[in-house]
T-cell receptor
Framework: DSGVTQTPKHLITATGQRVTLRCSPR?????VYWYQQSLDQGLQFLIQ???????AKGNILERFSAQQFPDLHSELNLSSLELGDSALYFC?????????????FGPGTRLTVT | SQQGEEDPQALSIQEGENATMNCSYKTSINNLQWYRQNSGRGLVHLIL?????REKHSGRLRVTLDTSKKSSSLLITASRAADTASYFCATAPGAGSYQLTFGKGTKLSVIP
């Protein structure tokens, strides 16, 4: 158990809808990272927050947004969902601000868009 | 885009044998990490090797890094059925963005 929690575990929704994925980092970790894992694209870095502020952006679509709250939990919002957004979404955390160190991954949220 | 490329894509071995996976990357790095992912689960950090290190051990794992060839290898000795998983290398760039970039992984099957 990494200490990172994600909810929900599974999410099934229709195209055009909006969903929110939630992540709680390990106790004491200030950085939260979001990743998308699909069969064809592999594991793609989406965005990082550090202590409430956006730190780095990766291949995140404009339809996606994220935030980190004062209690350090983070939410990833996905809107206008398309079939191609079906994937596993992982959250990871680390104590440092730079993303180059060891990261601790949550169990993931499996999103299915029908 | 993927920085690391693992090779082979899939590997099947008998329990007790050694498993070797390779990773090649393109740009300079600060460090290289290996992660394991059991089917549909979260990734688990295995080992981190810095750019100034050549070899590192952790239990049955041995990682080597050759920065001149921009490559790394992960050796799992005396494999067990429980080692069945996908293994990913991840690189932390030497400059600019410090975000990890993951390869597409090697799927290891250890047959009892």
């Amino acid at each position: 158990d990494s200490g990172v929690t994600q909810t929900p575990k599974h999410l099934i929704t229709a195209t055009g809808q909006r969903v929110t994925l939630r992540c709680s980092p390990r106790s004491g970790d200030l950085s939260v990272y979001w990743y998308q894992q699909s069969l064809d694209q592999g594991l793609q870095f989406l965005i990082q927050y550090y202590n409430g502020e956006e730190r780095a952006k990766g291949n995140i679509l404009e339809r996606f947004s994220a935030q980190q709250f004062p209690d350090l939990h983070s939410e990833l919002n996905l809107s206008s969902l398309e079939l191609g957004d079906s994937a596993l979404y992982f959250c990871a955390s680390s104590p440092q601000s730079g993303g180059g160190g060891e990261q601790y991954f949550g169990p993931g949220t499996r999103l299915t868009v029908t | 885009s993927q920085q690391g490329e693992e090779d082979p894509q899939a590997l099947s071995i008998q329990e007790g044998e050694n498993a070797t996976m390779n990773c090649s990357y393109k740009t300079s790095i600060n460090n290289l990490q290996w992660y394991r992912q059991n089917s549909g689960r979260g990734l688990v950090h295995l080992i981190l090797i810095r750019s100034n290190e050549r070899e590192k051990h952790s239990g049955r794992l041995r990682v080597t890094l050759d920065t001149s060839k921009k490559s790394s290898s992960l050796l799992i000795t005396a494999s067990r059925a429980a080692d069945t998983a996908s293994y990913f290398c991840a690189t932390a760039p030497g400059a600019g963005s410090y975000q990890l970039t993951f390869g597409k992984g090697t799927k290891l099957s250890v047959i009892p």
